[in-house]
């Protein structure tokens, strides 16, 4: 069966790091994506790992272990604008075949 | 920004009427897909495109039906609208497949809501 596990909801205080956790079980995997969603606006993409560890993009990291089935997204230097749904979402397959499954999605409040 | 729109972005119809979702994109990426997002539920694929007439159903098929003509257009009929398809629709695309690192660029979204 395919099953991630996100948070649904967290909260942080501008200028602190928040972790958001993913935990996964698919049938095959290939990635995993990160994506950001803020209300009422589209999905828009973060970061792709493939790779265990831990890449750095800005303010924003995301780690991978696979061996684990697990992934975060690290946020530092929170801002206001940062409040937003977080999606965890595992490719799998290849080809037409493959499969993209999202959770459920983090939704983050940044207080001042 | 990824040239994808979506229309209508908001329709409020009765249950029984067919409605069609449109999907217009300026990329030339061969994979289309339809999402609805629903709270609790997270983004769930509905169909998808592979190529101009190639269509495969994903995991909330049933009741919906999808046209790939053009490579630029991807349709969405609900033949019959229940109350239960309300949500917030979701157009994506991507120049390789679902399995691969593809980021998918995503339409604004489309709130129908079934009365």
């Known amino acids: 069966g395919q099953n991630i596990d996100q948070p649904t909801e967290m909260t942080a205080t501008e200028g602190a790091i928040v972790q958001i956790n993913c935990t996964y079980q698919?049938?095959?995997?290939?990635?995993l994506f990160w994506y950001q969603q803020h209300a009422g606006e589209a999905p828009t993409f973060l970061s792709y790992n493939v790779l265990d560890g831990l890449e750095e993009k800005g303010r924003f990291s995301s780690f991978l272990s696979r061996s684990k089935g697990y992934s975060y997204l690290l946020l530092k230097e929170l801002q206001m604008k940062d409040s937003a749904s977080y999606l965890c979402?595992?490719?799998?397959?290849?080809?037409?075949?493959?499969?993209?499954?999202f959770g459920q999605g983090t939704t983050l409040q940044v207080k001042p | 920004d990824a040239g994808i729109t979506q229309s209508p972005r908001h329709k409020v119809t009765e249950t029984g009427t067919p409605v069609t979702l449109r999907c217009h994109q300026t990329?030339?990426?061969?994979?289309m897909y339809w999402y609805r997002q629903d709270p609790g539920h997270g983004l769930r694929l509905i169909h998808y495109s592979y190529g101009v007439k190639d269509t495969d159903k994903g995991e909330v098929s049933d009741g919906y039906s999808v046209s790939r003509s053009k490579t630029e257009d991807f349709l969405l009929t609900l033949e019959s609208a229940t109350s239960s398809q309300t949500s917030v629709y979701f157009c994506?695309?991507?120049?390789?497949?679902?399995?691969?690192?593809?980021?998918?660029?995503f339409g604004p979204g489309t709130r129908l809501t079934v009365l």
């Open positions: 994506a695309i991507s120049e390789a497949g679902q399995g691969s690192g593809s980021e998918q660029f």
């Open positions: 990329e030339n990426h061969r994979y």
């Open positions: 698919t049938s095959g995997f290939n990635g």
């Open positions: 979402a595992v490719t799998g397959g290849s080809g037409n075949t493959g499969k993209l499954i």
